[in-house]
């Protein structure tokens, strides 16, 4: 089969020719057709994992892909010949990676099936960017009620902290250009401020402070009350001083993300957004570590939020390409 490939850690990427892999028990061998491109790729090839697993050479680069479930191994019971499926396939160990003809996944792996209205192209796009997007929703106990600042919006982490974000009911202020307010308010954003065009802090307080009415254009009010949550964390206890300042609780800049259109990290004389932000109005950051902790995302949770289509403009961490 052919496949992009690097001979040692570091080297340049070239297509190679290689054995195609046999699904082992428990496993199966995915005809890829659609793989993605993310960032973490590149670590992965120039070493980033070399402490902490032995790898094979050549090794298959590319984290993301989506494809049709070819054969299958001894007792496999989920998935089944024909399906389509995406998720994660790299496997340092044994040199495998998406950007190949084919590629092996254990069934009880980072695969799933892949919804009814996705292309191929849109589900090798999802994995990793949108896996590190439910963590950061999850772990920041975003919900109803609650208010959330995803810096890095356009990028394919904070596309998808947009959708996941605005699905539990939380309202959320996304960062982007005025030419791109529009397409995060299609993403469920009920609110954008540009980092841009001044003071990212001066512009979340005085959304925040104006309420609720969803706008792209931030009205100056006078503020609220500071805040006495700290970031996405408990209520600070009664006794606080009033007005005193919390230390924050999550990250407030954005890593990972679109290098033409994402917000960057707000500079130490803007200070924390944090501390500084109105009752209820948490900030998270858009970017983690996406080799933390992947999850493909279930069709159920997929069909519930789809990931926007796949663009130059606006996917730049979770770009998308087909197999040839």
């Known amino acids: 089969m ?18 195609r892999p ?31 697993a ?36 790299t496997d340092v160990a044994r040199g495998a990676g998406s950007y190949a003809e084919y590629a092996i996944v254990r069934e009880d792996g980072p695969v799933a099936r892949m919804p009814a209205e996705m292309v191929y192209t849109e589900a090798a796009a999802v994995p990793t960017a949108s896996a590190a997007a439910l963590d950061v929703v999850e772990l920041a106990g975003i919900g109803e009620g609650r208010t959330v600042l995803v810096a890095g919006a356009t990028g394919g982490v904070g596309q998808a902290a947009v959708q996941l974000a605005a699905r539990t009911g939380a309202t959320v202020i996304a960062t982007a250009r005025a030419d791109a307010a529009a397409t995060v308010r299609r993403l469920g954003a009920a609110h954008t401020v540009d980092h841009s065009a001044g003071s990212l802090n001066e512009q979340v307080l005085d959304v925040c402070a104006a309420g609720s009415t969803p706008s792209s254009t931030p009205r100056a009010t006078p503020r609220g009350p500071p805040n006495s949550r700290g970031c996405c964390g408990p209520a600070a206890p009664a006794s606080a001083p009033s007005g005193a300042p919390t230390p924050p609780r999550w990250p407030t800049t954005a890593s990972g993300a679109s290098t033409t259109t994402a917000a ?21 950051s858009s970017g983690r570590r996406p080799w933390r902790r992947r999850r493909t995302p279930s069709p159920a949770t997929a069909r519930a939020a789809p990931a926007a289509r796949p663009s130059s403009a606006f996917c730049d961490g979770a770009r998308a390409w087909d197999v040839v």
Do not use: M, W
């Not at 046999?22 to 993310?38: F, H, S, T, Y």
């Not at 090794?59 to 994660?88: K, P």
């Open 2 to 19: 052919r496949a992009i490939a690097v001979s040692e850690y570091g080297a340049v990427p070239a297509l190679t020719y290689l054995p």
């Open 22 to 52: 046999e699904p082992g028990p428990g496993e199966i061998l995915v005809k890829l057709v659609a793989a993605g491109l993310n960032p973490l790729d590149q670590k992965i090839a120039d070493g980033l994992l070399k402490d902490t």
């Open 54 to 89: 032995d790898a094979t050479f050549p090794l298959v680069i590319g984290v993301d892909g989506a494809g049709v479930v070819e054969d299958a191994g001894a007792g496999v019971t989920r998935l089944r010949h024909g399906e389509q499926v995406y998720g994660c396939f």
């Open 264 to 284: 960057r990290p707000p500079s130490p004389s803007n200070g924390s957004l944090a501390s500084s932000t109105p009752e209820n109005c948490a900030s998270t």
